[in-house]
């Protein structure tokens, strides 16, 4: 999936996201492909579940 495809997919949502495929650009990096790990209506909920990733 990438980031346009997320974005409509979950609008007004918060997500977890793992990112597949990414590049630099001039200093940015920037990312090709993710998937989905979860997905939030409250953002405290995304960062909770984030801070217990390894």
Known sequence: MNWEA?????PDQWVLIEAIEAHSDNGRRLVDRIAVINQYIEGKDALN???LIP
């Open 6 to 10: 997320l974005r409509n997919h979950f």
């Open 49 to 51: 579940e984030y801070k």
